[in-house]
């Protein structure tokens, strides 16, 4: 069972970085994604193991906004993308394939 898992993380990174040309995601993220159901945005400060008040402040938005995000309860604008991957120094691209 194990090893169809890993299968299935693979062949899911492999997906990944083919839907978005070089753009990179660490086996982690995409296991939280993937397997766990995550949003990238969580996996990703869960990846760099950060609070959501940390990132939050970073971004400087409120740590009750990024909950709702994470959960995607809402669509972050633009402007606030660009805040939350700076926060967490990835690329825009990481956080919205």
């Keep these: ?4 898992a890993s ?3 693979m062949l899911a990174a492999e997906c990944t970085l083919a839907m978005t040309g070089s753009t990179i995601f660490p086996d982690e993220v995409v296991r939280l994604n993937i397997m766990e159901g995550m949003s990238l ?3 990703w400060r869960e990846f760099k193991k950060l609070t959501q008040a940390e990132v939050a ?3 400087g938005i409120s740590q009750p906004a990024l909950a709702q995000m994470e ?3 809402t669509n ?3 402007d606030t993308l660009r805040k939350l991957a700076k926060a967490l120094g990835v690329e825009v691209e990481q956080l919205t394939v």
């Design 71 to 73: 959960r995607n309860k």
């Design 1 to 4: 069972m194990h090893e169809i």
């Design 57 to 59: 402040a970073k971004a």
């Design 41 to 43: 945005l969580r996996a």
């Design 76 to 78: 972050p604008r633009k």
């Design 7 to 9: 299968r299935h993380v």
